[in-house]
T-cell receptor
Framework: EPEVTQTPSHQVTQMGQEVILRCVPI?????FYWYRQILGQKVEFLVS????????KSEIFDDQFSVERPDGSNFTLKIRSTKLEDSAMYFC?????????????FGQGTRLTVV | AQSVTQLGSHVSVSEGALVLLRCNYS??????LFWYVQYPNQGLQLLLK??????LVKGINGFEAEFKKSETSFHLTKPSAHMSDAAEYFC???????????FGGGTRVLVKP
């Protein structure tokens, strides 16, 4: 069964460092997303990406964040200068457009710890 | 702005008992609704979804949910809990296919033997 894969599963980084979280969405999907879940809190939307551009972003997704689809298969989230409060589980998701195919499929997540 | 509310952050049920998890949404237009399950240290897995049509939807692992527009609710039920149902459950909504999901706060289910 096709699945969304994320690497790495865990990432520890020092405050101020740049991190890149990687995702391989399901191959025939057209919409890609990043969500995050701070420990003990709800899952929050960060950004959606369609047709090689950001289609929507939340207030959380400030200038420190960027997304890219560099090669037609990977979808990356970059945090330029990490802060302690960026520590969270980051989920990548993808979906296909269609009246009956409305759900997003999620990866296993990358746990980011900023120290 | 759309919001999703799950009543009860923790639910404890006995094995074999009914599982009922409550979800209410706030939207002027009925959204697409979903229930996801998250097992420890894992990602989010879709349990079931409502888009249009039949208001009672069945999902995996014996779960079902009923969309009630008059109550703006989408409660999740399972007639008989199993130990393997211990997990966190998230209700989510989106206004259209491809749009962002808005999640509820999650309900952690504990199943007692």
């Amino acid at each position: 069964e096709p699945e969304v894969t994320q690497t790495p599963s865990h990432q520890v980084t020092q405050m101020g460092q740049e991190v890149i979280l990687r995702c391989v969405p399901i191959s025939n999907h057209l919409y890609f997303y990043w969500y995050r879940q701070i420990l003990g809190q709800k899952v929050e939307f960060l950004v959606s990406f369609y047709n090689n551009e950001i289609s929507e972003k939340s207030e959380i997704f400030d200038d420190q964040f960027s997304v890219e689809r560099p090669d037609g298969s990977n979808f990356t989230l970059k945090i330029r200068s990490t802060k302690l409060e960026d520590s969270a589980m980051y989920f990548c998701a993808s979906s296909i457009i269609g009246q009956l195919n409305t759900e997003a499929f999620f990866g296993q997540g990358t746990r980011l710890t900023v120290v | 702005a759309q919001s999703v509310t799950q009543l009860g952050s923790h639910v404890s049920v006995s094995e074999g008992a009914l599982v009922l998890l409550r979800c209410n949404y706030s939207s002027s237009v009925p959204p697409y609704l979903f229930w996801y399950v998250q097992y420890p240290n894992q990602g989010l897995q879709l349990l079931l979804k409502y888009t249009t049509g039949a208001t009672l939807v069945k999902g995996i692992n014996g779960f079902e949910a009923e969309f009630k527009k008059s109550e703006t609710s989408f409660h999740l039920t399972k007639p008989s809990a199993h130990m393997s149902d211990a997990a966190e459950y998230f209700c989510a909504a989106t206004k259209a296919a491809g749009n962002k999901l808005t999640f509820g706060g999650g309900t952690r289910v504990l199943v007692k033997p």
